[in-house]
Every structure is written in C-alpha cells, then in structure tokens.
C-alpha cells in the first residue's frame, strides 16, 4: 500500500513537471522575447519626438556600435500587445506563418543619415496604426517586429 502511494505521488510529481517544461518558453523564445520588449515596448509615453528617439534608442542600446537607421516603440500594455499573438496568422516578410496584426499607438524612429555612433540622431513619427508581429511559444509571445 505505501509502495502503492509513493508511486502515485512520484507519477503525480513527474507529470507536473512535465507540464512546466511544455508550458514555459524555450530559453530561445525567452531570450527574443525579451529583446523584443527592450526594443520595441515602451506603455509608459503615448506621444514619442525626436529628443524621445534620441534618447530611447542609446537607452535601449540601438546605438552602441552603429546607428540602427529604423526602430518603432509600442506604447500599448504588454497584455494588450501579446493579446495580437492571439489574433489570425498571416505571412511574415521572411515567408513564415506566425505573424499577426494588430492596431497600436506608436513612435517610428528614423535615423536623420548625419550622426554617428554613439551620438546617433532620430527623427520620430507617431501615430497609430497597423502593425505586424511574429510570435512563437506556448502561450504565444511576440519575438519580432515585422512590420
């Protein structure tokens, strides 16, 4: 009967473990979704402008070693944000099918060509608009900026 009961609990306790492993992201997909909130998610600012580009992009560290010439920051909530994985899969730019859209409040940032690393220069344009993510993982998360 004990033998009985500690095989129950030790099936009980793999089975649940096995569940975890399933259900988190794989390193991978964490470590691009993490890039892609340093990159790209900002819930705190609704209107973004240049001194805002100039400044998001060297925190953000876009500007260590080049200019990075074209970056958007979301200013919707992270939930509202993931909600978009939930949305229909279309084609990504790159021919996969995990990409979804979404409408977001945005700040486009634009490389002005005439600054250099580190001291790079932007030019911001926000609005609202449509905008088009990748998302890996179980639960789905966005890990690229497509478009």
């Known amino acids: 009967m004990a033998l009985q009961r500690t095989l129950s609990l030790l099936l009980l306790l793999l089975l649940t473990m096995l569940g975890l492993v399933l259900i988190q992201p794989s390193y991978g997909q964490d470590r691009m979704y993490q890039r892609f909130l340093r990159q790209h998610v900002d819930p705190e600012v609704t209107v973004g402008s240049d ?17 990075k010439r074209f970056n958007t920051f979301i200013h919707e909530d992270i939930w509202n944000i993931r909600s978009i994985c939930s949305t229909t ?57 497509d478009r």
């Open 51 to 67: 001194a805002y580009c100039n400044l998001m992009m060297q925190r953000r560290k876009m500007t260590s070693y080049q200019c």
């Open 89 to 145: 899969s279309i084609q990504c730019k790159n021919g996969k099918m995990n990409c979804h859209e979404g409408v977001v409040k945005v700040t486009d940032c634009r490389e002005t060509g005439s600054s250099r690393a580190p001291n790079c220069r932007y030019r911001a344009m926000t609005s609202t608009r449509r905008v088009v993510v990748a998302c890996e993982g179980n639960p789905e998360v966005p890990v690229h900026f």
